[in-house]
């Protein structure tokens, strides 16, 4: 595997920043790794893996075996900085929406050679990073194949979390109201269902750990997905926030997404 840290400008953003990016590599000498890549006329297929609140780019590098992980996959993994803004164009700050559904895609297809086709386009994240997941999952349905949350705040008008979070929750959205809105991931459930769009969104995977503060949240999501009608496949396991339970299911996820010619579980 090849690992980039990639130092570049947004126009978006109006600043330099980063992403830390995992391509596949071919090799039969390296001890100990089983490295895939195919020469794809289309490009490699490539999971945007997100972050959570406290961390930054380099963090899935850190605490997983990411790059060991998918190895074998032929797939490339792009961890991109988006700060503490929940993935969003932040009130008072970046526009880190636009930057994340905009312009990182093209910069990905600008600088490495990954395949846009949905397909062969996935999207994961862990805490903040799984609302932003299923946030973006939701919101563009036409781009990803499959989308993950590990631990994910996936109830953002819950008024307990808002609390919790609330210097973060007013800097990013302001006094504007959440529920029922573009940035409530269960009224996006709720208005797929309503539309008649439920076969279009991408396959749905939720992990959570029953002692972690944020499994209410979880089960709330899990809940409204079987009222709207959307599939989702759900896993509940004893865990806390911790990286231990992110690195076991992060594993999981590789398994589960649907790469052309790897079997899924």
């Given at each position: ?44 297929p490539v999971l945007y893996l997100l972050h959570g ?37 932040e009130v008072h700050g970046h526009r880190y929406w ?113 002692e972690d503060f944020l499994v209410d949240g979880n ?47």
């Open positions: 595997m090849a690992l980039v840290r990639c130092s570049f400008y947004s126009d978006v953003l109006e600043v330099s920043t980063s992403m830390t990016v995992v391509l596949p590599q071919a090799t039969s000498t390296q001890i100990g790794m089983a490295g895939s890549a195919s020469a794809r006329a289309e490009g490699t609140m406290s961390d930054d780019e380099t963090i899935w590098t850190r605490r997983t075996s990411i790059e060991r992980y998918v190895a074998d996959r032929g797939l490339a993994v792009v961890m991109p900085r988006v700060e503490r803004s929940f993935y969003a164009d636009t930057f994340l559904s905009e312009e990182l895609p093209s910069l990905v297809d600008q600088f490495f050679r990954v395949s846009t086709r949905r397909e062969d386009t996935f999207v994961a994240g862990l805490s903040m990073g799984g609302y932003g997941a299923f946030r973006w999952a939701l919101r563009h349905p036409g781009r990803f194949a499959a989308a993950a949350s590990l631990s994910g705040v996936l109830d953002l008008a819950d008024e307990s979390y808002r609390e919790r979070r609330l210097p973060d929750i007013e800097r990013v959205f302001g006094d504007r109201e959440i529920a029922g809105s573009d940035d409530d991931l269960l009224a996006l459930l709720r208005r797929a269902a309503a539309e008649g769009r439920t076969a279009d969104l991408p396959d749905l995977f939720l992990a959570c750990g029953t089960r709330a999501f899990e809940r409204v997905a079987d009222e709207s009608g959307v599939p989702l496949r759900s896993e509940f396991s004893p865990g806390t926030h911790e990286w231990g339970f992110w690195d076991r299911t992060i594993q999981v996820v590789l398994d589960w997404l649907p790469l052309a010619g790897t079997p899924r579980t």
